[in-house]
């Protein structure tokens, strides 16, 4: 509900009477509030876009500080035409396509199953936010070292006990260096899932349950329910799910950074970006793939907006 | 398809003609080991975690994996005494996350009484605008303000990671806490109006006690975040200021026995956010959504 629209506060009729000078005063008393943070985020975060544009075009590297200049298309060229920038652009969507669809579908499955009422539910849903709620990097260490270590990881250590059982020679495989993409994916399915499921429980729970119960009472089966009462209603909340769960998991850089450290092929775009500042201190090319990066953000953002101000629309017209 | 023309009860039946009634509590009881099932797999690494921090280094390298191993602090003693000491980084994680979620708070307030309560011409707008901030990949600054903290001699100071942490949290804060000032009941606005209370007034008995929680919850998420914070902080600081996550990146390359000293470090920097995100569990949703799903 937003009572500021359908019915303005107390204090907002304004007096037809009162003098322009006045209202205008009241306009900025209205403002006033807002302005500080508003000021902060306008400089803080657009700013250094402006900046980073502008470097973008620029023939700068801090090896040769004597060589800064103006650059053109050159590092915008060099970006898109660079075989390690083109790789890190196809592992950034396939990493964060697959994270996305997979943790939506399995956060699906765990919602379902959590929308029922059953003896420990909710002890179920606090174990599933647990994922969330470890630090990235401690996450991706925990995944790296403990489960993935061909050696003594969990993962071989349970191999090896239920071959055991078997009196079979288990598999060993090495996890990372035989699948590093997948590895990387699986660890953050594991982080995401939580998410994905909090928000599709929420959107099975604001479910009409009266329909639904008249439905049922016409005979209709669970999955013809499934189908078409509940996905279509959930639609908006996938949609969310999807395109919040895109825009963190496109900017990853922990879980590159700690499993990999970007070798095997799995240098996504923020970690090329912060390679190239890093470790080779070419700033233009930096900001030029910075730049590729956020106009890649915008397309997404754009959907995410749109779906977002959905949503809010909605929310407001109740 | 209705069978329920007659008997009125919903007592449905399958195509095939079966009763359904019989068949549910077994299918019934199948979906909730199901879920538990899931759940503890999902839980398993992190009990894992936990369990393996309290093992000594010789119990936590084996396979297969020794899960009775007799307990020890072995593993927190050489974390916290065996090489750097983990506390200046765990303060310095603290301060940052601690002032810039009260920066944010004191900022977004006000910003969510302009957007809600008292609102200005084209708040929408203004509102997309602060969620458009949150859609930047942030690597995109990240070059700018590193050449502005190198010529400003900022570099390694813990003040510039609070206000990149205040710019990365403000909008998530503006929004939840939009979206739980706009719970206020538009009567008790009015009540206080008409019985002619003052806007302190009206924020401290009628506004505050509704937004209380809400103001919880934002604080613990926007606490989240920053603590969570990798990139900027690795490339930001170096010793002075180092925060906890940046401290963990020294496990990334570790050989030899270290698995339960790695296993304690990951639990005690984890430890505050898994307090914080079960306390605000309820509105972790609301939160992560920015407020668009409750």
């Known amino acids: 509900m937003t009572l500021a629209v359908e019915k303005p506060g107390p204090g907002t009729a304004t007096p037809p009477e009162r003098p322009s000078g006045a209202r205008r005063a009241s306009a900025w008393a209205r403002r006033a509030p807002l302005l500080p943070a508003l000021v902060f985020m306008i400089v803080v975060t657009q700013l250094p876009f402006v900046a980073t544009l502008v470097i973008s075009f620029m023939d700068w590297n801090a090896y040769y500080p004597d060589e800064i200049g103006f650059a053109g298309f050159d590092n915008f060229q060099r970006v898109l035409t660079d075989v390690n920038m083109r790789d890190a652009v196809w592992t950034t969507i396939l990493l964060t396509a697959s994270v996305v669809i997979i943790s939506l579908l399995l956060g699906l499955g765990i919602a379902l199953l959590l929308d029922r009422s059953f003896r420990g539910r909710g002890a179920v849903r606090t174990m599933m936010i647990a994922p969330f709620l470890v630090v990235p990097v401690a996450a991706a260490l925990l995944w790296k070292h403990a489960l993935y270590n061909p050696e003594y990881g969990l993962f071989n250590g349970a191999l090896t006990w239920l071959w055991g059982l078997f009196g079979a020679d288990p598999p060993q495989p090495d996890w990372i260096s035989s699948m590093p993409l997948s590895a990387i994916v699986a660890s953050l399915v594991w982080q995401w899932t939580p998410f994905m499921m909090l928000i599709l429980l929420a959107g099975l729970q604001s479910r009409p349950l009266d329909v639904i119960e008249a439905a049922r009472i016409d005979g209709a089966t669970s999955w013809q329910i499934f189908t078409n009462m509940t996905l279509p209603h959930l639609r908006q909340y996938l949609e969310l799910g999807g395109l919040l769960g895109s825009i963190y998991v496109v900017q990853n850089f922990d879980a590159v950074f700690t499993i990999t450290s970007g070798g095997l092929g799995t240098a996504n775009l923020p970690y090329a970006v912060y390679q190239t500042f890093y470790n080779a201190h070419d700033y233009g090319r930096a900001s030029a793939a910075a730049v590729v990066v956020v106009i890649g953000t915008i397309i997404i953002a754009t959907f995410a907006l749109r779906t977002v101000s959905s949503l809010f629309r909605e929310e407001s017209g109740r | ?294």
């Open chain 2, 1 to 294: 398809m209705s069978v329920t023309d007659t008997a009125p009860v919903p007592a449905t039946r399958t195509e095939a003609g079966e009763p359904r009634k019989p068949r549910k509590p077994r299918s019934g009881a199948l979906l909730s080991l199901l879920a538990w099932v899931v759940g503890i797999l999902f839980v398993l690494p992190v009990v894992w975690m936990v369990l393996t921090s309290f093992h000594s280094e010789a119990a936590a390298a084996t396979n297969p994996p020794s899960v009775f191993a007799p307990l020890t602090l072995e593993g927190y003693r050489s974390f916290f005494t065996g090489g750097a000491s983990p506390w200046p980084p765990l303060l310095n994680s603290l301060t940052a996350s601690v002032i810039s979620t009260i920066i944010v708070l004191l900022l977004a307030i006000p910003a969510a009484y302009a957007l809600s309560i008292r609102p200005v011409k084209k708040w929408t707008d203004v509102l997309f605008f602060f969620l458009s901030t949150k859609m930047l990949p942030v690597v995109a600054g990240l070059l700018p303000l590193y050449l502005f903290a190198q010529n400003t001699r900022l570099l390694d100071n813990i003040w510039l990671l609070i206000v990149f942490y205040t710019s990365m949290n403000l909008p998530i804060a503006v929004w939840m806490m939009r979206s739980f000032l706009s719970e206020v009941p538009v009567e008790m606005l009015e009540a206080a109006s008409v019985d002619g209370a003052g806007l302190a007034k009206t924020l401290r008995s009628v506004i505050a006690p509704v937004v209380m929680p809400g103001i919880a919850a934002t604080a613990l998420i926007c606490f989240i975040f920053s603590w969570n914070e990798l990139l900027f902080a690795r490339v930001l600081t170096a010793t002075v200021a180092q925060t906890a996550p940046v401290f963990l990146t020294s496990f990334v390359t570790s050989q030899g026995l270290f698995l339960a000293q790695l296993c304690a470090a990951a639990f005690v920097v984890s430890l505050p956010v898994l307090v914080a995100g079960f306390a605000a569990q309820d509105k972790l949703v609301q939160g992560l959504s920015l407020g668009s799903v409750k």
